[in-house]
């Protein structure tokens, strides 16, 4: 009844007040006649021209074009960045490129009609605007990624390597604009800012790029890896300082009518340390958490943010480094900062920086160097910036008391540009400083120098080889038992540190177990590399304190995960690895399907392998190229655990197919006495039979801890009994005969613990 009732309501009063409407429009339409005169064309009159009329206005509105610009700029960057990762460059060279593709140099090209249509002049200022509220976001996230702690304590030797990379190419870049100055610069321009221009673009390092590499290439934890960023971070605050002055020393017209805005800067940073620093490390000592930092706190930030743009923006020193010094000065709090950059860094990274690269794109013309006098000096420009770089990096390295492979590493790092390369230039095209020639050069050096940094540093790895990863004391103490648990998720990780328990429950200070957690991820920065480390031991900690177990954990970013598995273990000398391997490297596999995990998706490339003969389908090496390296390349005993809910390891199933297994026996002594496991050896090929110290070994453990091992000759294993096992203890090569033989029991095996000694 209530619902017929609403119904008759909203029937009437749609109805009514439909009818309203109309007789007012009716009504209304006799006004026009003293107020419009209508000019009926019959050929434009029609529905289907106005309709055609009206969608040619909307998809070429200011609005529509910039949208339609915003798409097609970010699925470009990202496919770009994509691709340079996939090769070991950084993304960055892979959205510079994207903004080159989408620019002038090609489709604007090959396919003008449609680089008019996507970026039309009148569009060009709008997204300028836009890409410049990016960066002025993404120079805040950079300032607060400045560790300034990490400056203090490696301050004297940063310093000297960080001001030895500037001064280098500084002075060669000012002896490269004397050469080039005539045929180059634009009228008008004076050579003092010719040249202090050219000297920046020529001194400048990336330090965001720099950052990624070092996470990267799993240096972050290093004594390397921490002089590199504290190097590149005083550089990156040293060269912003001297930019400031540089475009004040532009903009004035000579260095002594800059000195006004030089005071007003220095005015400027004093108030901001000084007054702002103080109110801000207050609010973020109060608010450090995701729900104390509310809209009105975050409001408050922002707000100091634009300020701070807006007023390096009016003194004259960009709103860049406003932006840059508001992100230095926020709460040193890790975890504030850990939580504001989340906040800001996907919407500046992702969605508004990809402008600012394509609309540097939009400016380059690489056409214009279309004599190879013009790539001659092309060439000329890259050889300077990366011999001032490169050698007043390494040098300076060297002098502090670097090895010369430290010394070398760090100058290939120092010679990153990217995108702090192009923000410079930027600055420069718009203050009329550099030509669009000049502009194209610099803009490929910043290509090249960021290019190289990868593969330089694979020459200097390859002819000064790294040395073993360094393991703390503790972990490779001699006379102890130890295991190397090497895990991925943490819950796998407890499941495999329960596993290593029970093999030294009750002796663990004649013991060490060491967890290890690498991470492939390219995402970490040097504050959330720390708390992603806390949140993958927490719960490693939590288990091992419910088993009274002592754990050394180890964490590192990693860009070769079995690489640096293998390192660890065959450095440590470890009596035991043990990695894990989910579930989903066998579901949709017809090996999968014999283990029992069955699932309604095919895995393509298990079935393009198994369709091109690249693989079996019953073989062991359904394992992946990780596992099957580490297996192969690791000295000691390496254990692969198959999880199928393991959660006590009471009773155990081994079967041994040849003698070469009776080192299997060890291990099986090892669980009895420390977790009273039960053992049931089954003798699938008769060995133990016809082996009598076999039996004997067999017959001194049942003597030493009775009904715990039991010795099966039948070879029909049943289901049930199967079912009933916790863990099934296998040699690698029995694995292999089991699965070429296509023994049916594997289907109900429970947890599977492979070993190859």
């Not at 009514?16 to 006649?33: A, D, P, R």
């Not at 067999?698 to 003597?703: K, L, M, P, Y």
Request: charged share 15%; with cysteine.
């Amino acid at each position: 009844m209530k619902n017929i009732r609403n119904l008759i309501f909203y029937a009437l009063t749609i109805g009514v007040f439909s009818g309203l409407m109309y007789f007012l429009i009716l009504k209304g339409q006799v006004l026009e006649i003293n107020k419009v005169t209508i000019t009926k064309d019959p050929l434009t009159t029609s529905s289907w021209f106005q309709f055609i009329d009206t969608y040619k206005q909307n998809i070429t509105s200011p609005l529509a074009i910039l949208l339609l610009q915003i798409i097609t700029i970010i699925l470009v960057a990202r496919t770009f960045g994509y691709v340079c990762k996939k090769i070991k460059q950084p993304t960055v060279i892979g959205e510079i490129a994207a903004g080159i593709f989408l620019g002038p140099s090609f489709i604007g090209m090959y396919y003008p009609e449609f680089s008019g249509f996507l970026f039309p002049a009148k569009s060009l200022p709008n997204l300028q605007f836009l890409s410049q509220i990016g960066l002025i976001l993404f120079m805040f996230v950079i300032g607060m990624e400045l560790d300034l702690k990490v400056l203090k304590n490696k301050a004297q030797e940063a310093i000297v390597v960080s001001h030895a990379s500037i001064i280098f190419p500084f002075a060669l870049g000012i002896g490269l604009a004397f050469f080039v100055y005539e045929r180059f610069a634009p009228a008008q321009v004076s050579f003092l800012s010719f040249s202090l221009f050219t000297g920046i673009a020529l001194s400048i390092t990336a330090f965001p790029v720099l950052a990624r590499i070092v996470q990267e290439r799993g240096l972050s934890k290093t004594r390397l890896g921490a002089m590199a960023i504290t190097c590149a971070a005083t550089d990156d605050i040293t060269a912003w300082c001297i930019l400031a002055a540089v475009i004040a020393i532009v903009k004035a017209g000579s260095f002594v009518s800059s000195i006004y805005t030089m005071l007003l800067a220095a005015a400027y940073v004093a108030v901001m340390l000084r007054l702002v620093r103080p109110f801000l490390k207050k609010m973020g000592d109060i608010y450090s958490t995701k729900e104390g930092l509310t809209k009105p706190v975050v409001a408050v930030f922002f707000i100091i943010l634009l300020v701070s743009s807006y007023a390096t923006e009016i003194i004259g020193i960009h709103a860049l480094f406003g932006a840059f010094m508001a992100g230095v000065i926020m709460p040193a709090n890790l975890n504030f900062r850990n939580i504001f950059i989340e906040k800001v860094e996907d919407v500046a990274l992702v969605l508004l920086l990809p402008l600012f690269f394509v609309f540097t794109g939009l400016r380059t013309q690489i056409g214009l160097l279309n004599d190879p006098y013009l790539w001659e000096i092309t060439g000329l420009i890259i050889a300077v910036a990366v011999i001032g770089k490169f050698a007043g990096s390494s040098l300076a390295a060297k002098f502090v008391g670097q090895n010369w492979r430290d010394s070398l590493i760090i100058g290939a790092l120092m010679n990153t540009r990217g995108l702090m390369e192009l923000v410079v230039l930027n600055i420069g095209y718009d203050l009329g400083v550099l030509t669009p020639e000049i502009f194209a050069m610099m803009v490929i050096m910043a290509l090249v120098t960021t290019c190289m940094t990868g593969p330089a540093l694979d020459v200097i790895n390859r002819y000064f080889p790294e040395k073993n990863v360094e393991l703390p004391e503790s972990v490779i103490e001699t006379g102890k038992y130890t295991i190397l648990v090497s895990f991925g998720s943490p819950e796998r990780g407890q499941t495999m540190l329960r596993l290593a328990n029970s093999f030294v429950k009750k002796a663990p200070s004649n013991s060490i177990i060491t967890a290890l957690h690498l991470s492939p991820s390219n995402d970490l920065n040097q504050f959330n590399s720390e708390e992603y480390e806390q949140e993958s031991f927490a719960p490693i900690h939590e288990e091992a304190k419910k088993l009274n177990l002592p754990v050394v954990t180890l964490f590192k970013p990693s860009q070769n995960i079995d690489r640096d598995i293998i390192e660890t273990a065959n450095l440590g000398n470890f009596d035991l690895l043990l990695v894990g391997i989910g579930r989903s490297v066998f579901e949709g596999t017809i090996l999968g399907k014999v283990l029992g995990f069955t699932t309604k998706i095919i895995s393509p490339e298990r079935l393009y392998d198994t369709i091109t003969g690249k693989e079996k389908f019953f073989d062991y090496s359904i394992f992946d190229d990780r596992t099957k390296h580490i297996i192969k390349a690791v000295k000691g005993p390496v254990g692969v655990l198959v999880e199928k809910n393991l959660t006590k390891i009471e009773k155990i199933f081994i079967p041994i197919f040849s003698l070469s297994d009776s080192f299997l026996l060890v291990f099986a002594q090892k669980l009895i006495h420390h977790s009273d496991a039960r053992i049931i050896i089954l003798d699938a090929s008769g060995v133990i039979r016809q082996n009598p110290e076999l039996k004997e070994t067999i017959s001194a453990i049942e003597q030493i801890a009775p009904n715990h091992i039991a010795l099966y000759h039948d070879k029909k294993i049943e289901k049930e009994f199967l079912e009933q096992q916790d863990l099934m203890l296998i040699s690698l090569d029995s694995w292999k005969k089991a699965v070429e033989t296509h023994s049916l029991w594997l289907s109900n095996s429970p947890s599977v613990l492979m070993i190859r000694s």
